[in-house]
């Protein structure tokens, strides 16, 4: 299991890689979040209910279905051509505004025409007498033979004429004119060109929808918006709510957020003090250095008196051949329970204690979220029980190698349950000894043995606590 484990480890040793991660989805979380409140999803989501609606897909159907052969257009379309071919019809409109016609008709108006009728019917009736009446019999004659009256009664018994009289003003040429205006509209053509463009669907406002459902939905923002939902990769952070976060961008450390003493020591005395097995005393920040949006904590080895506390004396002045930090959240910050993370390099960990840890009020419960001991290993611990009678739970974590930089160190921090990681990965899970009291943040270095060169730091790029939703 400690090799699996050191080997996971070791593959989870790029932070940057593992940040980047983690920022990538943080990011498309707010992204996410941003756009299932927006107005264009909303606007998708109203295209997408009407596009595939079983209405939309009837009348999707419908439309590439009709045929121009099945329309009552079609239908209209040949009875007028019907008409058009009908010999009945081809004879009228060959008549209608013909010269033939106009000649029959002034004709049939003439005074010759009415002349030669009168005095047929006289003859007819033997009232015209060779001696009498010889003027009228000549004229009879004469009007007999015109060429013009001749044409006239010839057409007067024709069948052109006979179908002519027929169709004008019947209900057939009623309906053929009906017919014609209605063929000859705008509406028809614009209609039946709809009927015969085999790509009619496309010319609706339903297609234009479509295209418009279909151009959002393959958008490069709305891909991303289905595929992260599908994939849901947020449950983890939906969890979680920010309480703390220090990112050192400031240009100095934050007075409201941060003592650089001991707590207690900073409570009672206003004063800085260090403990018995420390060879360091904690100077008022002058070993805190903040640059580059991160805080340094820094070692040195340089005289300075300071008080030590003694269990047997009380605070004691000492004078210490070494300088080192302290940054904590006693004043301003406390959480029971939640996720607690830092992003943390440490230089030369073989010489001092560098330590990210959490405390309560007493000096039980502790938690020791990232702890390196002398000689560079790490050595994380949960301590609780009463002062006498301590328990205590310490593990040591192979595989990380820490002159590679920056780790992300966590505790994730449960009524029943504690779970140590480190870049994301658990390195120790804990079910006794769980704190049930508010703890505050410490961070520290801690210079347990005297060395001739002493040049250590431990680097915090940035903190942030959460807590459960």
């Not at 009552?72 to 081809?90: D, G, I, V």
């Not at 007999?144 to 006239?152: D, F, H, P």
């Not at 250095?289 to 009380?314: C, F, M, Q, T, Y």
Request: glycine share 4%; hydrophobic share 35%.
């Amino acid at each position: 299991m400690g090799f699996f484990l050191a080997s996971k480890l070791r593959k989870a040793s790029n932070t940057v890689a593992i940040e980047k991660k983690r920022d990538e989805l943080r990011s498309d979380f707010e992204e996410f979040e941003q756009f299932s409140k927006s107005d264009e999803l909303k606007q998708f989501n109203e295209l997408e209910l009407l596009v595939l609606s079983d209405d939309f897909k009837r009348n999707k159907k419908m439309i590439e279905g009709k045929s121009f052969k099945k329309s009552e257009l079609f239908q209209e379309e040949r009875a007028f051509k019907k008409y058009q071919r009908s010999r009945k019809f081809k004879t009228y409109f060959r008549l209608k505004d013909s010269s033939e016609l106009s000649t029959y008709n002034l004709v049939a108006d003439s005074e010759d025409l009415a002349r030669f009728k009168e005095l047929e019917l006289l003859k007819k009736s033997s009232k015209l007498h060779k001696k009498e009446n010889a003027e009228e019999i000549a004229e009879y004659k004469r009007l007999k033979s015109s060429a013009r009256l001749k044409e006239y009664f010839k057409f007067q018994k024709s069948r052109a004429l006979r179908i002519y009289k027929e169709m004008d003003n019947s209900a057939e040429l009623e309906k053929y004119y009906q017919l014609e205006e209605r063929i000859s509209s705008e509406e028809f053509k614009e209609e039946k060109a709809f009927l015969l463009d085999k790509k009619r669907f496309e010319k609706t406002e339903d297609f234009k929808k479509l295209q418009e459902y279909e151009q959002l939905k393959s958008s490069e923002k709305f891909v991303k918006y289905f595929k992260l939902k599908n994939k849901n990769p947020f449950e983890e952070l939906k969890k979680w709510e920010l309480t703390f976060s220090e990112e050192f961008d400031s240009g100095s450390l934050d007075g409201n957020k941060w003592i650089t003493r001991y707590f207690w020591g900073d409570k009672l005395m206003d004063k800085g003090y260090s403990l018995e097995t420390d060879l360091h005393t904690f100077t008022d920040g002058e070993n805190v250095k903040i640059a580059g949006s991160s805080a340094s904590l820094i070692a040195k080895k340089e005289s300075k008196e300071g008080l030590v506390w003694n269990p047997s004396l009380g605070f004691v002045p000492k004078k210490f051949d070494y300088t080192s930090a302290i940054i904590n959240t006693g004043n301003s910050f406390r959480q029971k329970y939640g996720r607690f993370e830092a992003k943390i390099k440490v230089s030369n960990p073989a010489q001092v204690q560098n330590a990210f840890w959490m405390v309560a009020d007493k000096s039980l419960p502790h938690i020791d979220v990232f702890k390196t001991l002398n000689g560079g290993k790490i050595m994380n611990a949960n301590f609780w029980g009463s002062e006498n009678a301590p328990q205590k739970q310490e593990f040591k974590v192979k595989g990380i190698d820490l002159s590679k930089g920056y780790f992300i160190y966590t505790l994730d921090w449960s009524a029943n349950e504690l779970i140590w990681k480190i870049n994301d990965v658990p390195v120790k899970t804990q079910t006794t000894g769980v704190p049930q009291d508010s703890m505050y943040l410490n961070f520290s270095v801690a210079v347990k043995e005297a060395a001739n060169h002493l040049n250590a730091a431990m680097e915090i790029d940035w903190i942030r606590c959460y807590q459960r939703k």
